[in-house]
T-cell receptor
Framework: ETGVTQTPRHLVMGMTNKKSLKCEQH?????MYWYKQSAKKPLELMFV???????ENNSVPSRFSPECPNSSHLFLHLHTLQPEDSALYLC??????????????????FGEGSRLTVL | GENVEQHPSTLSVQEGDSAVIKCTYS??????FPWYKQELGKGPQLIID?????GEKKDQRIAVTLNKTAKHFSLHITETQPEDSAVYFC?????????????FGSGTQLTVLP
């Protein structure tokens, strides 16, 4: 397989369920990201794992919990979600390069997304 | 923080015509401006980008222009084809290449009519 692979592609869950989204990248990149995509809204960065550092958007609720066991795998654990959390969740990876002038990152490579519906 | 406004939200053009999508940004420190294309059922894919040290960049039928003084940049697609139909996102970044601070626009649904 090549690129960024996300599973499952579709997920329907109740508000009391616990589920996880999985992402795997086969590009040898050293950074992985979770984005939330809602209709008519900008892509919202949720979490970043880059250079062994985790960066998160402080507005993301604690019912979303990321896990990055290694540079190729990324999970998003979901629990007690709300209907407004229904969206397309996109995983991405990139190659971060440290230069004298600062951190430089190339292109973001996105997976096809996991469509989440919370009932 | 950075704020990126994108217009229009929807755009329909006849095949063969040109399409222009415009974005404005708020942070004068932004110096990297990528454009992503998202086809139905797929994730966004980078199609072109521009850095603040140039005013225009072309790649076949696609071009991007940047006006740093006015803080706006545009995507131009010439000789549009049905396969250009997709959602296009602009983005801006205050530090060259740091995706952690990449701020996206809300997207433009482009439809190319045959």
């Amino acid at each position: 397989e090549t690129g960024v692979t996300q599973t499952p592609r579709h997920l329907v869950m109740g508000m009391t369920n616990k589920k996880s989204l999985k992402c795997e990248q086969h590009l040898g990149h050293n950074a992985m990201y979770w984005y939330k995509q809602s209709a008519k809204k900008p892509l919202e960065l949720m979490f970043v794992y880059s250079l062994e550092e985790r960066v998160e958007n402080n507005s993301v609720p604690s019912r979303f919990s990321p896990e990055c066991p290694n540079s190729s795998h990324l999970f998003l654990h979901l629990h007690t979600l709300q209907p407004e959390d229904s969206a397309l969740y996109l995983c991405a990876s990139s190659q971060v390069v440290i230069r004298i002038a600062g951190v430089s990152n190339g292109e973001l490579f996105f997976g096809e997304g996991s469509r989440l519906t919370v009932l | 923080g950075e704020n990126v406004e994108q217009h229009p939200s929807t755009l329909s053009v006849q095949e063969g015509d040109s399409a222009v999508i415009k974005c404005t940004y708020s942070d004068s420190a932004s110096n990297y401006f990528p454009w992503y294309k998202q086809e139905l059922g797929k994730g966004p894919q980078l199609i072109i980008d521009i850095r603040s040290n140039v005013g225009e960049k072309k790649d076949q039928r696609i071009a991007v222009t940047l006006n740093k003084t006015a803080k706006h940049f545009s995507l131009h697609i010439t000789e549009t084809q049905p396969e250009d139909s997709a959602v296009y996102f602009c983005a801006a970044n205050p530090r060259s290449g740091s995706a952690r601070q990449l701020t996206f626009g809300s997207g433009t649904q482009l439809t190319v009519l045959p």
